[in-house]
């Protein structure tokens, strides 16, 4: 009887295997599956041979697959114009990318529009240890008058509940990262480099998004490293270095007629670097629409050799070409800079230049300690039109009425 016990407790002993090794390897099958390697429909890694057919292809397949597909872009270069990733997808699509894409110097590929097109997709993954290069250093520097015409290289558009993590981004011809009409994403541990006299390469603009999620990322362009624009909401910015670069900025804000208020931004724990601007609002003189950008908060900021490094810009016109008798204005109230410290490279540590037809309100400066460190020259600060407190601040620094 107990032969016939032991040799029942060895049956099932050995079935229980099979049955895990079967398992296992349908598992490893329905993996295999749900990747879409590019190279597999031909894509050369040779970073000369266009490839947006293959890449294109992939997507395509990708998104009509049921469950969780992966667009895998393995190790080598591959050269592509312009891809649209459209959705919706069947099911929840990862993008892959452990090599180098390129983006084309071809622009009339481009017919205005950007690189990489992501657009009305959930659960949107984008990772892995490689780069996108948009070889922008090759088209600016002949002409970077018309880098307004130039493409972004990463756009995302109506896109919900979506991560991006862990890849490089260089180069690019305009914004590295444009974000639109998009909520719930996480943008964490990138690292995004452009020379710093690059023309408008904006390393993450953001604009009429809600719940957006900015974590630990080094960013150094020709513009802002982070731009925050009209309609958006619940922003987070938390543990990015800046520099070089414009800072990081709410704005541009009151050009255009159908933007919509910004509110609820928080910049915290960041690190900027010998950057033409630490944290910045800027609103246009002659702005079109009355709006209000309201509930912002900089704090545990660390300034290193930054020039203007807390300004509150309300006359801002790059060009030049605004029209002073504009009626509308853009309001900008509840602000916050709350222990700010470090360096400046310019006596005015801070410049609060508000507009005298509606005074910013609400503006606190709490511990916030700035000096510049060049010579013949003190530490000081213009605050025009702005009314506030200011509490634990170097005195010089303290000028709210």
Same mark, same amino acid.
């Given at each position: 009887?107990?032969?016939?016990?032991? =040799?029942?407790?060895?049956?099932?002993?050995?079935?229980?295997?099979?049955?895990?090794?079967?398992?296992?390897?349908?598992?490893?099958?329905?993996?295999?599956?749900?990747?879409?390697?590019?190279?597999?429909?031909?894509?050369?890694?040779?970073?000369?041979?266009?490839?947006?057919?293959?890449?294109? #292809?992939?997507?395509?397949?990708?998104?009509? %697959? *049921?469950?969780? =597909?992966?667009?895998?872009?393995?190790?080598? #270069?591959?050269?592509?114009?312009?891809?649209?990733?459209?959705?919706?997808?069947?099911?929840?699509? +990862?993008?892959?990318?452990?090599?180098?894409?390129? %983006? +084309?110097?071809?622009?009339?590929?481009?017919?205005?529009?950007?690189?990489?097109?992501?657009?009305?997709?959930?659960?949107?993954?984008?990772?892995?240890? /490689?780069?996108? @290069?948009?070889?922008?250093?090759?088209? !600016?520097?002949?002409?970077?008058?018309?880098?307004? *015409?130039?493409?972004?290289?990463?756009?995302?558009?109506?896109?919900?509940?979506?991560?991006?993590?862990? &890849?490089?981004?260089? $180069?690019?011809?305009?914004?590295?990262?444009?974000?639109?009409?998009?909520?719930?994403?996480?943008?964490?541990?990138?690292?995004?480099? =452009?020379?710093? @006299?690059?023309?408008?390469?904006?390393?993450?603009?953001?604009?009429?998004?809600?719940?957006?999620?900015?974590?630990?990322?080094?960013?150094?362009? /020709?513009?802002?490293?982070?731009?925050?624009?009209?309609?958006?909401?619940?922003?987070?910015?938390? /543990?990015?270095?800046?520099?070089?670069?414009?800072?990081?900025?709410?704005?541009?804000?009151?050009? !255009?007629?159908?933007?919509?208020?910004?509110?609820?931004?928080?910049?915290?724990?960041?690190?900027?670097?010998?950057?033409?601007? /630490?944290?910045?609002?800027?609103?246009?003189?002659?702005?079109?629409?009355?709006?209000? =950008?309201?509930?912002?908060?900089?704090?545990?900021?660390?300034?290193?050799?930054? *020039? $203007?490094?807390?300004? &509150?810009?309300?006359?801002?016109?790059?060009?030049?070409?605004?029209?002073?008798?504009?009626?509308?204005?853009?309001?900008?109230?509840?602000?916050?800079?709350?222990?700010?410290?470090?360096?400046?490279?310019?006596?005015?540590?801070?410049?609060?230049?508000?507009?005298?037809?509606?005074?910013?309100?609400?503006?606190?400066?709490?511990?916030?300690?700035?000096?510049?460190?060049?010579?013949?020259?003190?530490?000081?600060?213009?605050?025009?039109?702005?009314?506030?407190? *200011?509490?634990?601040?170097?005195?010089?620094? %303290?000028?709210?009425?």
């Amino acid at each position: 009887m107990a032969f016939g016990n032991n =040799a029942t407790r060895v049956f099932f002993f050995f079935f229980a295997l099979m049955v895990m090794f079967a398992t296992s390897t349908a598992e490893d099958d329905d993996d295999a599956s749900g990747v879409f390697d590019i190279t597999k429909l031909g894509a050369t890694s040779d970073g000369k041979t266009d490839c947006s057919k293959e890449i294109q #292809e992939m997507w395509n397949l990708a998104c009509k %697959a *049921a469950g969780k =597909a992966r667009v895998l872009v393995p190790k080598g #270069e591959f050269l592509s114009g312009p891809l649209n990733f459209s959705g919706p997808c069947k099911g929840d699509v +990862t993008i892959q990318i452990d090599g180098t894409l390129l %983006a +084309t110097n071809d622009l009339p590929k481009y017919n205005g529009g950007s690189w990489i097109n992501i657009r009305e997709v959930k659960n949107l993954v984008i990772t892995g240890s /490689g780069t996108i @290069d948009g070889q922008g250093a090759d088209v !600016y520097s002949k002409d970077p008058t018309k880098a307004k *015409a130039y493409p972004n290289s990463l756009v995302l558009d109506f896109v919900k509940n979506g991560t991006i993590s862990d &890849i490089t981004m260089l $180069n690019s011809k305009f914004f590295h990262i444009n974000i639109y009409k998009s909520e719930d994403l996480k943008i964490k541990n990138l690292t995004i480099t =452009a020379p710093g @006299d690059s023309p408008n390469t904006d390393g993450i603009h953001i604009g009429d998004s809600s719940n957006i999620d900015v974590t630990a990322t080094t960013i150094g362009t /020709g513009d802002d490293c982070i731009s925050i624009g009209g309609g958006s909401s619940r922003i987070s910015v938390t /543990g990015v270095t800046c520099g070089p670069g414009q800072g990081i900025s709410v704005g541009c804000l009151g050009r !255009y007629k159908d933007e919509k208020d910004v509110t609820d931004v928080i910049v915290k724990d960041c690190v900027l670097k010998s950057s033409t601007n /630490g944290v910045r609002i800027k609103t246009y003189e002659d702005a079109v629409k009355s709006m209000t =950008a309201s509930n912002l908060t900089f704090e545990n900021i660390k300034m290193d050799d930054v *020039a $203007n490094p807390i300004i &509150i810009d309300q006359n801002y016109c790059p060009e030049k070409v605004c029209m002073a008798k504009s009626k509308a204005v853009v309001t900008v109230k509840d602000v916050v800079f709350r222990n700010i410290t470090g360096t400046s490279s310019t006596p005015a540590a801070v410049s609060l230049l508000c507009s005298d037809k509606q005074p910013c309100s609400g503006v606190e400066l709490i511990d916030v300690n700035v000096e510049y460190i060049g010579k013949n020259s003190e530490t000081t600060a213009v605050c025009n039109n702005a009314k506030g407190i *200011a509490k634990d601040t170097l005195q010089a620094l %303290a000028c709210l009425s």
